[in-house]
């Protein structure tokens, strides 16, 4: 049993991605509540809450103007530990059975998300995001970021050259500057620029559902 919260919940989203009984899941929705039920049963947590709410004007330095709801949040004594969600797909149809009946028309589980530049800008924004949690409020001493996806273009290095380059999500240790190559596109006028405190190791591990491999990393804030 691990001796912390943190790795605690580690391990036991690891064992939610990796079981054998996995089915493959529509969308970022589904992965929350799945993964949220799963996290429940395994009895230990005191909470375990879903679209747990943060005003974003409690935190110093944010600076996206949105609302901030944390995908997952668990509790365990008097510690809590927000956990942020990306669920990134390519498109992959199959025939589904639905009450017990194998159905005629293949349908489209995943779909094709593209768009792989805001995708990675997501997941380090969830890292940063997580980061302004763990300074402002003294029972949360970690956040995990957890980045799943089938699409192989996210392991991939970026050319020194691309717009997103400092976004890139591929094996290794990865610095805390998070800012567009070209200030005057579209990209860093939508998405803003934004430094992180720390440098983050990404280690990306694979498990199958439905003979599709899908590849995950969890990142410890």
């Known amino acids: 049993m691990s001796n912390t ?15 054998k009984d996995g089915e ?7 992965l929350q509540m799945h993964l949220a039920t799963y996290l429940i049963a395994t009895c230990n947590y005191n909470d375990v809450d879903v679209e747990y709410y943060v005003p974003y004007k409690e935190l110093n330095g944010y600076i996206w103007k949105k609302e901030l ?9 008097k510690e809590f530990l927000p956990v942020e969600l990306k669920y990134k797909t390519k498109k992959h149809s199959k025939q589904l059975v639905r009450f017990n009946e194998h159905l005629k028309h293949k349908t489209d589980v995943l779909k094709n998300q593209g768009a792989k530049n ?20 003294t ?7 957890v980045f799943v996806t089938n699409d192989n273009l996210y392991l ?13 999500m591929e094996e ?8 567009w190559q070209h200030p005057e596109s579209k990209c860093a ?5 934004f430094n992180l405190e720390h440098e983050y190791n990404i280690d990306w591990k694979h498990f199958f559902y439905d003979n599709i491999e899908f590849h995950y990393c969890i990142v410890t804030i």
């Open 69 to 77: 709801k944390l995908d997952i949040l668990l509790r365990k004594g």
């Open 24 to 30: 493959l899941l529509f969308n970022e929705r589904d």
């Open 156 to 168: 991939s290095p970026c050319r020194e050259s691309s717009n997103n380059c400092m976004f890139s």
């Open 189 to 193: 006028q939508s998405h803003p620029n």
């Open 172 to 179: 290794g240790v990865h610095g805390t500057v998070k800012h």
């Open 139 to 145: 029972a949360v001493r970690n956040g995990l970021a």
């Open 5 to 19: 919260l943190v790795e605690l919940a580690k391990d036991d989203i690891q064992q939610y991605l990796n079981r």
């Open 118 to 137: 805001f995708g990675m800008y997501d997941f380090w924004k969830d890292v940063r995001r997580l980061e302004l949690i763990c300074h402002r409020f």
